[in-house]
């Protein structure tokens, strides 16, 4: 993964290149074939996830709620908190992934205590944009079918 692009993610960034450095020496690759849930509603979250090349649904109760796709990442705040996740997130196409494991967090936390907070702090902000940007992408397309 390309260390300005990760240093540019709203989620790290606060901290501090070492940390960034850290982090990208534990992240690895995975992928994700159409259809193919990543992550499920509900379960205790195993990683963090960031999308090198696909899209991904955001499942809530059973309705797509906001997709993702190249650099976006989720994961973040049940990895950060402990919380059980509070989506489903499905690939929507063959989708290629670098993830941080729940093992390699704790460790990067053990060395750089602050990355914790910080990850459920930008979490919480982002949320809030994702919800905007697909509530847009909902409306544009509407637009288009009339």
């Given at each position: 993964?390309?260390?300005?692009?990760f240093?540019?993610?709203p989620?790290?960034?606060?901290?501090s290149?070492?940390a960034i450095?850290?982090?990208?020496?534990?992240?690895k690759?995975?992928?994700?074939?159409?259809?193919q849930?990543i992550?499920?509603?509900?379960?205790v979250?195993h990683?963090?996830y960031?999308?090198?090349?696909?899209k991904a649904?955001?499942?809530?109760?059973?309705?797509v709620t906001?997709?993702?796709?190249?650099?976006?990442?989720?994961g973040?705040?049940s990895?950060?908190?402990g919380?059980?996740?509070?989506a489903?997130?499905?690939?929507?196409?063959?989708t290629?992934?670098?993830?941080?494991t729940?093992?390699?967090f704790?460790s990067?936390?053990?060395l750089f205590?602050?990355v914790r907070?910080?990850?459920?702090?930008?979490a919480?902000?982002?949320?809030?944009?994702?919800?905007?940007k697909?509530?847009e992408?909902?409306?544009?397309?509407s637009a288009?079918v009339?």
């Amino acid at each position: 993964m390309n260390k300005r692009l990760f240093e540019k993610m709203p989620l790290f960034k606060d901290i501090s290149e070492l940390a960034i450095l850290y982090i990208l020496q534990k992240m690895k690759p995975g992928f994700h074939l159409p259809g193919q849930l990543i992550i499920t509603e509900g379960k205790v979250g195993h990683a963090l996830y960031f999308i090198t090349r696909g899209k991904a649904d955001i499942i809530r109760n059973g309705k797509v709620t906001s997709q993702l796709s190249d650099n976006d990442f989720f994961g973040e705040r049940s990895l950060a908190t402990g919380e059980r996740t509070n989506a489903s997130i499905r690939a929507c196409v063959f989708t290629e992934l670098m993830m941080l494991t729940r093992k390699d967090f704790d460790s990067v936390v053990a060395l750089f205590p602050d990355v914790r907070q910080k990850v459920v702090e930008s979490a919480a902000e982002l949320h809030e944009k994702r919800q905007a940007k697909f509530r847009e992408q909902l409306d544009r397309e509407s637009a288009q079918v009339l």
